[in-house]
């Protein structure tokens, strides 16, 4: 029997991996909502989905999730098994410039996407959420029963915001509601803001990039496709009724360690411009994923060391670097 699964933000760069893995699992009906907004280039975006534009069993509607009337249209059209909410305004420091932007996106457009799955009845909802709900945490590593009433940056406040609007649907509609805190997502098709896109094209025009503290600020990066197995774990979810889980690698890399790792698989050295720590950045983000790996079965392969380089193969393969910049 064939599923139906609306994700949002699904041109975006973890959406499009989804899409890719639903596809080759088979079984699925995939409808992405996406708006192809100009944070980055929408011309990307289509790319990620184009393979897939023309099938059966893919469906791709232009659609802001801002946008109650377009969304119970698409609803009234469709009727989903689950709904893969992934669509977000994203990033720590943009949204220090356009806070109301963040809150309309991140927080009233999940409420009507919750909406949307209390009015037609959708049985799961995943949300996509993220470890800047942790904030300025002291202990390490994050669990998901630490607190998290201290966010510095506005995006970190809306997807707390989102979480607890996830709770309260499912307390009130039976419905059951995942909730998945990325750390540092990177690999093919990344968004050209991030960091390990931006250090990689700026190295290799001989730019220099800019280094944001000492060097010494740590990251949990995880690789697309472990991130991936999560969100298809989550996907067929069947314990508690609200429920949230870390997706990390569950280790840290210092910046400076993967600035290094980035000159060795491009082979160029980087060109460093220091500066102070920005506003809304966390020293330390470090995930304790004991919890999925029981509940989700979730388990990461790839270690910071082996995703570098396939991050640099994807880079430097069909002129993306020319489409990037």
Same mark, same amino acid.
């Not at 596809?23 to 944070?39: P, Q, R, Y």
């Not at 109650?68 to 698409?74: P, V, Y």
């Not at 002291?138 to 669990?143: Q, S």
């Not at 609007?165 to 968004?191: E, M, N, P, W």
């Given at each position: 029997?064939?599923?139906?699964?609306?994700?949002?933000?699904?041109?975006?760069?973890?959406?499009?991996?989804?899409?890719?893995?639903?596809?080759?699992?088979?079984?699925?009906?995939?409808?992405?909502?996406?708006?192809?907004?100009?944070?980055? =280039?929408?011309?990307?975006?289509?790319?990620?989905?184009?393979?897939?534009?023309?099938?059966?069993?893919?469906?791709?509607?232009?659609?802001?999730?801002?946008?109650?009337?377009?969304?119970?249209?698409?609803?009234?059209?469709?009727?989903?098994?689950?709904?893969?909410?992934?669509?977000?305004?994203?990033?720590? #420091?943009?949204?220090?410039?356009?806070?109301?932007?963040?809150?309309?996106?991140?927080?009233?457009?999940?409420?009507?996407?919750?909406?949307?799955?209390?009015?037609?009845?959708?049985?799961?909802?995943?949300?996509?959420?993220? =470890?800047?709900?942790?904030?300025?945490?002291?202990?390490?590593?994050?669990?998901?029963?630490?607190? !998290?009433?201290?966010?510095?940056?506005?995006?970190?406040?809306?997807?707390?915001?989102?979480?607890?609007?996830?709770?309260?649907?499912?307390?009130?509609?039976?419905? #059951?509601?995942?909730?998945?805190?990325?750390?540092?997502?990177?690999?093919?098709?990344?968004?050209?803001?991030?960091?390990?896109?931006?250090?990689?094209?700026?190295?290799?025009?001989?730019?220099?990039?800019?280094?944001?503290?000492?060097?010494?600020?740590?990251?949990?990066?995880?690789?697309?496709?472990?991130?991936?197995?999560?969100?298809?774990?989550?996907?067929?979810? #069947?314990?508690?009724?609200?429920?949230?889980?870390?997706?990390?690698?569950?280790?840290?890399?210092?910046?400076?360690?993967? !600035?290094?790792?980035?000159?060795?698989?491009?082979?160029?050295?980087?060109?460093?411009? #220091?500066?102070?720590?920005?506003?809304?950045?966390?020293?330390?983000?470090?995930?304790?994923?004991?919890?999925?790996?029981?509940?989700?079965?979730?388990?990461?392969?790839?270690?910071?060391?082996?995703?570098?380089?396939?991050?640099?193969?994807?880079?430097? =393969?069909?002129?993306?670097?020319?489409?990037?910049?």
């Amino acid at each position: 029997m064939t599923r139906k699964v609306l994700i949002t933000g699904g041109a975006g760069f973890i959406g499009s991996h989804l899409v890719d893995a639903l596809v080759a699992e088979k079984g699925w009906h995939i409808t992405v909502a996406d708006d192809l907004n100009d944070f980055y =280039s929408p011309a990307l975006k289509r790319a990620n989905i184009a393979k897939h534009i023309g099938s059966s069993h893919f469906q791709f509607s232009e659609i802001d999730i801002r946008d109650r009337i377009a969304l119970e249209s698409l609803f009234d059209e469709n009727s989903f098994d689950v709904i893969v909410h992934l669509a977000a305004r994203a990033g720590v #420091r943009p949204s220090l410039l356009e806070p109301e932007l963040y809150v309309e996106t991140n927080v009233n457009g999940t409420m009507n996407l919750l909406e949307m799955a209390r009015e037609f009845e959708v049985p799961q909802f995943v949300f996509g959420s993220s =470890s800047s709900v942790y904030g300025v945490n002291c202990k390490v590593p994050f669990n998901e029963s630490d607190p !998290i009433f201290k966010p510095i940056s506005p995006y970190a406040a809306t997807k707390a915001a989102g979480e607890l609007l996830c709770h309260t649907y499912s307390h009130l509609y039976d419905l #059951r509601c995942v909730c998945l805190r990325f750390f540092t997502v990177y690999g093919a098709r990344q968004r050209p803001d991030l960091a390990i896109c931006k250090f990689a094209r700026q190295i290799l025009e001989g730019k220099p990039i800019q280094m944001f503290g000492d060097g010494t600020t740590r990251r949990d990066y995880t690789y697309v496709e472990d991130i991936v197995q999560g969100v298809r774990a989550a996907i067929d979810y #069947r314990g508690s009724k609200f429920d949230i889980f870390n997706l990390g690698e569950s280790e840290t890399t210092e910046l400076s360690h993967l !600035i290094e790792l980035l000159e060795e698989s491009l082979s160029r050295k980087a060109v460093i411009e #220091r500066k102070p720590m920005q506003p809304g950045d966390v020293p330390v983000t470090f995930a304790d994923i004991t919890k999925a790996r029981k509940l989700l079965g979730y388990s990461p392969t790839t270690k910071i060391a082996d995703g570098i380089p396939k991050f640099v193969e994807w880079f430097r =393969s069909a002129n993306e670097i020319a489409v990037i910049a």
